[in-house]
T-cell receptor, first 112, second 115 residues
Framework: GDSVTQMEGPVTLSEEAFLTINCTYTATGYPSLFWYVQYPGEGLQLLLKATKADDKGSNKGFEATYRKETTSFHLEKGSVQVSDSAVYFCALSSGNTGKLIFGQGTTLQVKP | EPEVTQTPSHQVTQMGQEVILRCVPISNHLYFYWYRQILGQKVEFLVSFYNNEISEKSEIFDDQFSVERPDGSNFTLKIRSTKLEDSAMYFC?????????????FGPGTRLTVL
């Protein structure tokens, strides 16, 4: 079945460092891809999405490009801030019910 | 800004007891979902619900689980006879449509602890 694999965490960076969180997927058909973020004590929030190959999703300085040839959707940010500390989830959705299939989540800790 | 709410935030129960987790989705949304996250593991899909019936369910969603939209605002998940392995964070989500590209809005979760 469909699945998502994320890089293991936690990831610890200094403020203003470059961030990459790797995400690869396995799916039949043409899924939509998402990054969700979970701040401490809160629910999951959509960070960005891409619905077809070569689309780039972006939000709050984060970017991810839907790469069909490598089945990847890596999350990047050029300069992280302490406030970016959270758990990041890569997810895919396919079919006609919209259900999400998540990766295991990657914890990001940014130190001042 | 509209948001999905869930109650209670934390539920502690004895094994074998019934629990009902409650969610209020965003008012104009038509698709509703339950997910769960066992500590340290992935967020897993349980069930999707549309037009007063289940549209899809996972293997996890067996006969001990049920969902209901008892009125125009609430969406509930019932676990009939809880097991230790049901201890998890349960998230409710809603979306305007059930298409693959649509954003789902998540509630803050209910932490269920089964003793």
């Amino acid at each position: 079945g469909d699945s998502v694999t994320q890089m293991e965490g936690p990831v610890t960076l200094s403020e203003e460092a470059f961030l990459t969180i790797n995400c690869t997927y396995t799916a039949t058909g043409y899924p939509s891809l998402f990054w969700y973020v979970q701040y401490p004590g809160e629910g999951l929030q959509l960070l960005l999405k891409a619905t077809k190959a070569d689309d780039k999703g972006s939000n709050k300085g984060f970017e991810a490009t839907y790469r069909k040839e490598t089945t990847s959707f890596h999350l990047e940010k050029g300069s992280v801030q302490v406030s970016d500390s959270a758990v990041y989830f890569c997810a895919l959705s396919s079919g006609n019910t919209g259900k999400l299939i998540f990766g295991q989540g990657t914890t990001l800790q940014v130190k001042p | 800004e509209p948001e999905v709410t869930q109650t209670p935030s934390h539920q502690v129960t004895q094994m074998g007891q019934e629990v009902i987790l409650r969610c209020v989705p965003i008012s104009n949304h038509l698709y509703f979902y339950w997910y769960r996250q066992i500590l340290g593991q992935k967020v897993e899909f349980l069930v999707s619900f549309y037009n007063n019936e289940i549209s899809e369910k996972s293997e996890i969603f067996d006969d001990q689980f049920s969902v209901e939209r008892p009125d125009g605002s609430n969406f509930t998940l019932k676990i009939r006879s809880t097991k230790l392995e049901d201890s998890a964070m349960y998230f409710c989500a809603s979306s305007e449509a059930g298409l693959a590209g649509n954003e789902q809005f998540f509630g803050p979760g209910t932490r269920l602890t089964v003793l």
